[in-house]
C-alpha cells in the first residue's frame, strides 16, 4: 500500500479524498469493479465511485469489509486506513455553519481549509478571502433578499473565519487577479470601497499574497468565461483541483486535461496583469477617483 501523507492543514474533506484514492488503487489492484465492490458493501456502483473520488462520507463497517475483499490482512496497514477514515469523518470548523452552506460549496471550504495553494480570478467581486467585514456584508446582503438579518451576519461571520488560514504559519500561497471591473463597482458606497482598496494594500504586505489587477486597457483575454480557482495541496496524493461557481452549484474538476487548461489560463492572466507594484498605483488611483 502507498504510505499516506497527511502534511498541515490537511481538513476532512481532502483527507476523505486521499481514503477514496487509496481505496481506488486498492480495488484496481485485487482486478475488481466498482460493481463488485459495491455488491460486497450492499451498495451500488455509482456509490462506490462516488467513495472513491470523495464525495461522500464512508463507514467504518464498510471500508473494514472493502479492505478485506481487497485482501488487506496486514493489521497496521488495515489500522493505517481505519485511523485516516476517523480523520476523515471528524467534522470541519464550517460544521456549525452547515445550515447555511449548500452541500456543493461545504466540499469547497474543506478543500480550501486543506490547500497548500490558492490562485483565483475573480470578475465581479473581490475574493471572498481578501473581503473587508462591510464589504462582505454588502455583497451577502444583495445576493440574499429576504433573509434575517441575524442569518446575514452569520453568513459574514462564516466569510471571516474562512479568511483564518490566511493568517497560519502553515496557510497557504494566496494569488488572486482581480478584474478591474470588480474594483470599480461601488458594492457598499464609497466608504466601504475605500476601506477594501486600502485593505488590499495592507494584504499585500502579507509575503504569502500575491495581488494582481486585469486591466481595463487590456480588451480582451482569455479567462472571458468568467471567475475560477485552482487548488493545490501539499499532499503529493492529491491532484489539483479547479473551482467554478455556478448560480446554484458548481464544478469541480480535477481531470489532467481540466487542469492544464484552467493553468495555461491563469498563466496568461498573470502574465498580462498588473505587477505588485502596479497594483498598488492602480488601487491608489481609484481610490483618488472616488
Known amino acids: 500500500m502507498t504510505q499516506i501523507h497527511q502534511g498541515p492543514g490537511s481538513g476532512p474533506t481532502a483527507l476523505r479524498i486521499l481514503l477514496g484514492s487509496q481505496l481506488r488503487r486498492l480495488r484496481e489492484a485485487a482486478g475488481l469493479t466498482r460493481e463488485e465492490a459495491g455488491h460486497r458493501i450492499r451498495c451500488s456502483e455509482s456509490k462506490i465511485s462516488r467513495m472513491e473520488l470523495g464525495r461522500v462520507g464512508l463507514r ?47 466540499t ?37 433578499a429576504g433573509v434575517a438579518p441575524e442569518e446575514i451576519a452569520r453568513r459574514v461571520d462564516l466569510r471571516l473565519e474562512r479568511q483564518r488560514i490566511l493568517e497560519r504559519p502553515d496557510g497557504p500561497f494566496f494569488w488572486a487577479v482581480i478584474d478591474e471591473a470588480a474594483l470599480r463597482r461601488p458594492i457598499g458606497g464609497t466608504d466601504v470601497m475605500r476601506a477594501q482598496l486600502e485593505h488590499l494594500m495592507d494584504l499585500m504586505r502579507q509575503p504569502n499574497i500575491t495581488i494582481q489587477v486585469m486591466p481595463f486597457s487590456f480588451g480582451g483575454h482569455s479567462a472571458e468565461g468568467g471567475a475560477f480557482s485552482i487548488l493545490r495541496f501539499q499532499d503529493r496524493e492529491l491532484p489539483d483541483v479547479v473551482y467554478v461557481e455556478q448560480l446554484a452549484s458548481a464544478l469541480y474538476l480535477d481531470k489532467r486535461e481540466d487542469v492544464d487548461r484552467y493553468s495555461e489560463v491563469m498563466e496568461r492572466l498573470c502574465a498580462v496583469s498588473t505587477t505588485p507594484d502596479e497594483t498598488v498605483d492602480i488601487l491608489k488611483r481609484i481610490i483618488k477617483e472616488n
Open 108 to 144: 469547497y471550504v474543506g478543500l480550501e481549509e486543506a490547500a497548500s495553494r490558492i490562485r483565483t480570478y475573480e470578475v465581479q467581486f473581490v475574493p471572498g478571502l481578501l473581503q473587508t467585514k462591510e464589504y462582505a456584508r454588502a455583497v451577502i446582503t444583495a445576493g440574499s
Open 60 to 106: 467504518e463497517r464498510d471500508v473494514a469489509d472493502l479492505l478485506t475483499l481487497y485482501g488487506v490482512e496486514d493489521e497496521g496497514a488495515r489500522a493505517a486506513v481505519m485511523d485516516l477514515l476517523l480523520r476523515a469523518n471528524e467534522p470541519g470548523w464550517w460544521h456549525r455553519f452547515n445550515d447555511l452552506l449548500p452541500s456543493w460549496f461545504q
